[in-house]
C-alpha cells in the first residue's frame, strides 16, 4: 500500500478534554455555553502539542477561572459524528471543589453564561443524551473504582470479538 493511500485510511479524529467537579452533595458542575443550545461540562478541543490532560486544564482555567488539580482520567468516549467530524474525548476527575473555589469562579463571558451544580437527573434534561450517558458512566466509573473506563457514544460496548 502506497502511503498516500496508508494515511487516507487513518482516522483523524478530533480531541477533546473536560474535567468533571462535584459539591459536598455529589453533584455535578455543568456550564452553559453561550454558543450551544445544551448545558456542557468544563473543557473543550486539544490544540496541537498539548496532551488531553493539558487541553482540560487550559480549558477550566479559562471557562471557570480557576485552577484546581485534577486527577484521574475517569473516561475516554469514542464520539463518531457525520455533522461534526469524529472524536475522541477524555474526562478527568476534577474532584470536590470547596465553597471558597466556587467563590472565585470567574466565567469567561463570551463563551460561558452561568455555571450550576446539578444532580444526575437534572444534567440529563439539560444536555445531549450521549454527554449525558458520558457523565452518568464517569461518576459510576469514579464511585467504584473502576475509572478509567472506555466509552463508545457514552456507553460501554458490548465485547468486539478479535
Same mark, same amino acid.
Given at each position: 500500500?502506497?502511503?498516500?493511500?496508508?494515511?487516507?485510511?487513518?482516522?483523524?479524529?478530533?480531541?477533546?478534554? #473536560?474535567?468533571? /467537579? /462535584?459539591?459536598?452533595?455529589?453533584?455535578?458542575?455543568?456550564?452553559?455555553?453561550? &454558543?450551544?443550545?445544551?448545558?456542557?461540562?468544563?473543557?473543550? &478541543?486539544?490544540?496541537?502539542?498539548?496532551?488531553?490532560?493539558?487541553? +482540560?486544564?487550559?480549558?477550566?482555567?479559562?471557562?471557570?477561572?480557576?485552577? !484546581?488539580?485534577?486527577?484521574?482520567?475517569?473516561?475516554?468516549?469514542?464520539? !463518531?459524528?457525520?455533522?461534526?467530524?469524529?472524536?475522541?474525548? &477524555?474526562?478527568?476527575?476534577? #474532584?470536590?471543589?470547596?465553597?471558597?473555589?466556587?467563590?472565585?469562579? @470567574?466565567?469567561?463571558?463570551?463563551?460561558?453564561?452561568? /455555571?450550576?451544580?446539578?444532580? !444526575?437527573?437534572?444534567?440529563?434534561?439539560? @444536555?445531549?443524551?450521549?454527554? +449525558?450517558?458520558?457523565?452518568?458512566?464517569?461518576?459510576?466509573?469514579?464511585?467504584?473504582?473502576?475509572?478509567?473506563? &472506555?466509552?463508545?457514544?457514552?456507553?460501554?460496548?458490548?465485547?468486539?470479538?478479535?
Amino acid at each position: 500500500m502506497a502511503p498516500n493511500e496508508h494515511e487516507a485510511k487513518m482516522a483523524h479524529p478530533r480531541m477533546a478534554a #473536560g474535567a468533571l /467537579f /462535584f459539591d459536598a452533595d455529589g453533584r455535578v458542575l455543568m456550564v452553559e455555553p453561550t &454558543y450551544k443550545k445544551y448545558w456542557d461540562i468544563p473543557g473543550g &478541543y486539544v490544540e496541537v502539542g498539548e496532551s488531553p490532560l493539558q487541553a +482540560a486544564v487550559r480549558e477550566v482555567g479559562e471557562e471557570l477561572g480557576i485552577t !484546581p488539580p485534577l486527577g484521574r482520567l475517569l473516561a475516554v468516549d469514542w464520539a !463518531p459524528s457525520d455533522a461534526e467530524g469524529d472524536k475522541v474525548l &477524555y474526562l478527568f476527575d476534577g #474532584g470536590h471543589l470547596t465553597p471558597e473555589v466556587v467563590a472565585g469562579v @470567574t466565567l469567561q463571558a463570551d463563551e460561558i453564561k452561568s /455555571f450550576k451544580f446539578l444532580s !444526575p437527573g437534572e444534567v440529563a434534561e439539560r @444536555t445531549i443524551p450521549r454527554l +449525558a450517558r458520558r457523565i452518568r458512566a464517569a461518576i459510576e466509573a469514579r464511585s467504584s473504582g473502576a475509572a478509567p473506563i &472506555y466509552l463508545e457514544h457514552g456507553q460501554q460496548p458490548d465485547s468486539v470479538a478479535a
